[in-house]
């Protein structure tokens, strides 16, 4: 397993779509996810610090969790089939709970805990961005990285779901 941190949610054009963008915690690759406009706006409200005048859907299952007296250990992104990521919340009693990448992000944000990634579904999902240049794994000038993501955001501009296909 490999723990992955949010970098954060984009909308791609032309499509419109929102997508999370997942990048290993130890490595260059990033793991793009295509999701739902409700799961976008759960993962960018936590991620700006926004509050919403009422709990969202993933709010409340958060303090369901507590109020029956559970803590969420982990949050794991499992596989990936047909272009759909498939994840699970993993309770401090070995409990797990078949879910959705987007809702088990959103609600490990919230939590907050870490979340994991099967190495099989970096491996086939998987891109990596950054190009190593100064031989420490950091790019050299902040020229440079600007660079880099502009590169990784024609990239995104220019896939599709389907081509994370096998």
Known sequence: MLEVEVVGVRIELPSNQPLVLL???????????????????????????ITPPRPMTHDLLVNVIAAVGQKL????????????????????????VESRASDAIAIALRVPCPIMCEQTVMDEAGVEVATETDGTG????????????KRFREFLADVEPEDFEK
């Open 23 to 49: 990048k290993e915690r130890d490595g260059e690759r990033h793991l793009p996810i295509w999701i739902g406009a409700h799961e976008a706006s759960a993962i960018a409200f936590v991620q700006q610090g």
């Open 138 to 149: 950091d790019l050299e000038t902040p020229e440079q990285a600007e660079h880099e993501l």
């Open 73 to 96: 250990t982990e949050v794991r992104i499992v596989t990936v089939q047909d272009t759909v990521f498939h994840a699970c919340l993993v309770f401090e009693n070995g409990v797990s």
